[in-house]
């Protein structure tokens, strides 16, 4: 940002967002603005749209999206407008901008989102809403938001974005949830198309289009609750997991607060990883798991349950730890009893950072115990049982009992 660019005292860059209406929709100032622009940078669709106003150079985005930023940097200090979809902070161009650009070097003249355009037409309240972007990313981050009776929109990235949506749907037990497809908003080709997701048939979608859906879960849908200790069945494991009950009160002790970065050293089938990021958006999980299965077992799991930018790194503790971003917060599943994992994750641990550690083997115990009394913190002792069928009766049959150390480092 400006430690890197020198900052200018008057805004040099301008954001218009422009909607499928072009012109007809801007007012007088933005109209102004792209007119007396000598460098107007867009999408072939943005310049198309407001190619009756502008008389200085059309600049199209380069790949990669950096090589663009760059250009426009280069012209720091001389007018430069940027066209945009709608608002360019909601999910847009300005977001990108932003990282290199101080706010009082721009001003920014937005458009109505695809998203507000969309819950207008459908009459939706906004704030009852859940708004996701799928445009060039996985459609898996929807899943978490698939509970009964939820609204979502969902910005897609083609013509086949809202087909490939309704069969996740389907694939995950919500096949009876209605899909409005709204294609072209707020321009000439502004049409809607509706389907049931079980019996999707919709064809010739625009690409430029947004997904509405009114979720509904049949008797199996694949519901991710917003508690944490999820059933053990929803992840695909060969035992190697952190059970349940214990990933519940593990995540309690983990903590997990906005914008952190959590190892998961011995993450196994990354249960401890997938809940940590699934408690808020803006937190990220780095799986370190020795075992190449295991760590392809990661990335499904990942993937199926709505997390699939959770980083995994096959490779065996400490050596794998060598290298990757600094800490907020490590978990320590696995890895044995090494005290050389635990001396390299409290090297690299961050100052305030949390470090928790369980352990299911009398070695890995003892080192903990060892720590406890060297460093302090707290240790816990997890016993869990469970009803099983004796004989003819029931009666309770204990899981091996875990030790956990959690720690601060000063």
């Not at 013509?159 to 694939?171: F, R």
């Not at 494991?237 to 983990?254: F, Y």
């Not at 305030?352 to 003892?366: C, I, S």
């Amino acid at each position: 940002m400006s430690d890197v660019f020198p900052t200018c005292t008057q805004p040099w860059l301008t954001i218009i967002g422009i909607g499928e209406d072009g012109p007809a929709g801007l007012g007088e100032e933005a109209k102004r603005l792209i007119a007396i622009a000598p460098a107007v940078f867009g999408g072939a669709r943005h310049h198309a749209l407001a190619a009756s106003l502008i008389s200085g150079e059309k600049l199209a985005w380069q790949s990669p999206f950096e090589r663009s930023v760059d250009a426009v940097l280069e012209r720091r200090g001389t007018p430069v407008v940027v066209l945009a979809s709608g608002d360019p902070f909601l999910y847009g161009v300005g977001a990108t901008l932003c990282r290199r650009v101080s706010a009082e070097e721009m001003r920014v003249i937005p458009a109505p989102s695809a998203f507000s355009l969309a819950a207008s037409r459908l009459g939706w309240p906004q704030q009852d809403v859940t708004a996701i972007s799928l445009h060039g990313r996985p459609l898996d981050l929807v899943r978490p938001h698939l509970h009964p009776g939820r609204r979502i929109i969902a910005l897609t990235s083609d013509e086949k974005g809202p087909g490939e949506l309704a069969a996740l749907l389907v694939a995950t037990g919500f096949g009876q949830s209605r899909l409005t497809v709204l294609e072209a908003l707020g321009g000439a080709r502004e049409r809607q198309k509706r389907a049931v997701a079980a019996d999707f048939d919709l064809t010739d979608i625009d690409p430029l289009n947004v997904c509405a859906l009114e979720v509904a879960a049949g008797e199996r849908a694949r519901i991710l609750p917003f508690a944490a200790g999820l059933e053990d069945d929803l992840f695909e494991h060969d035992g190697q997991i952190t059970k349940r009950e214990i990933r519940a009160l593990t995540l309690s002790a983990l903590a997990p607060r906005h914008g952190e970065l959590l190892w998961d050293v011995g993450a196994g089938s990354g249960s401890i990883g997938i809940e940590w990021m699934l408690a808020d958006p803006s937190l990220k999980t780095i799986a370190v798991e020795q075992s190449p299965e295991r760590a392809a077992r990661i990335a499904r799991n990942a993937s199926a349950l709505g997390v699939p930018h959770l980083a995994v790194v096959e490779g065996s503790a400490p050596d794998a730890l060598q290298g990757l971003p600094e800490p907020d917060v490590i978990f320590l599943g696995g890895g044995g009893s090494d005290p050389d994992v635990i001396d390299t994750a409290i090297a690299t641990l961050k100052r305030g950072g949390r470090l928790v550690a369980n352990a299911v083997t009398l070695e890995m115990e003892a080192v903990l115990i060892a720590e406890h009394a060297k460093r302090g913190g707290s240790l816990t002792r997890i016993e869990i049982s469970r009803a099983a069928p004796l004989g003819s009766m029931s009666g309770w049959r204990p899981a091996m009992p875990v030790t956990q150390w959690r720690w601060t480092k000063g």
